[in-house]
C-alpha cells in the first residue's frame, strides 16, 4: 500500500521561506512523478509543482513561479518544495501527491494523482 506523507509546514511572516518534504512509501518511488498542490479555505485545491520521475522536468503554478522550487532526492525517497518571499495568499494546506507507476511526467491535474497525504498547514502572516 503506497503512504505519502508531508512535513516541514509552519507560521512564518511575509517575505521569509519554509521548505516542505515529501516521502513516499510502499512502492518504487524512482519511477513515480509527484506534485504538490494547496487548499485554502474556502477554495478550492490548486495545483502548485510538480516533478518528472528523472527531476529532469519541473511544473509551476504562474501565482509561485520564481518564488518555490520542487525538487528530490531518488536515493531519500524524497520531494522537496522550497518556498521563497511567502506571501499571505500562499497560506493554505499543502499537499503532495503520487501519480501511478507508468507514468514519467508530471500534470497539473488533480486527477493524474491517486495517491495523497494528508496535508500540512502553511500560514504566512503580514
Avoid: H
Amino acid at each position: 500500500q503506497v503512504q505519502v506523507s508531508e512535513s516541514g509546514g509552519g507560521s512564518v511572516q511575509a517575505g521569509d521561506s519554509l521548505s516542505l518534504s515529501c516521502t513516499r512509501s510502499g512502492r518504487a518511488f524512482r519511477g513515480v512523478p509527484m506534485g504538490w498542490f494547496r487548499q485554502a479555505p474556502g477554495k478550492e485545491r490548486e495545483f502548485v509543482a510538480a516533478i518528472s520521475w528523472s527531476g529532469g522536468s519541473t511544473m509551476y503554478a504562474d501565482s509561485v513561479k520564481g518564488r518555490f522550487t520542487i525538487s528530490r532526492d531518488n536515493a531519500k525517497n524524497t520531494v522537496y518544495l522550497q518556498m521563497n518571499s511567502l506571501k499571505p495568499e500562499d497560506t493554505a494546506v499543502y499537499y503532495c501527491a503520487a501519480r501511478s507507476s507508468g507514468n514519467y511526467y508530471p500534470t497539473d491535474e488533480p486527477t493524474g494523482y491517486p495517491d495523497w497525504g494528508q496535508g500540512t498547514q502553511v500560514t504566512v502572516s503580514s
